[in-house]
């Protein structure tokens, strides 16, 4: 296992999954279908993946301050990630749905470990003590596409 990379903790809880890495910022409001979890914005780096199960990381959030509701709806839809890995401090609506679901978010990343992220990469995240850990041993894998959410 390597060595946790320390963020900030934004919001507590402990998940694991595959890392949906997103090159762009996410507004939860438009950008993501509370239905099926599916990227639908004009997001070249993730659009059509789905954002269920996933340790979503994104440079930083944008959108408004009902972003915390589709955040919920995302969950209680089932379609929710298990964790927000974020470069940027979040913005307070996303951490307020964050908080409502129960989705640990850790943000502050270090510049020199945001690239060493990959996509599909099982992350270990830790939002009550605000670190990250990628699991060496489990393969890269890529994160869950509709299709295989059936």
Known sequence: MKPPITGRAIVEGQASGPALFASEAISFLGDVDINTGQVVGDLPSVHGMSVKGTVLVFPYSRGSAGAWR????????????????TRDPPDPSVVQGAILA?????????????????????????????????????????????????
């Open 102 to 150: 129960g989705i640990p978010i850790v943000s502050d990343i270090p510049d020199a470990a945001w690239g060493n992220m990959q996509n599909g990469q099982m992350l270990s995240v830790d939002g009550t003590a605000g670190q990250v850990t990628p699991q060496d041993d489990a393969p890269i894998s890529s994160p869950p596409q509709p299709e295989d959410q059936r």
């Open 70 to 85: 589709f955040l919920y709806q995302l969950f209680k839809h089932g379609n929710h990630p298990v964790a927000i890995v």
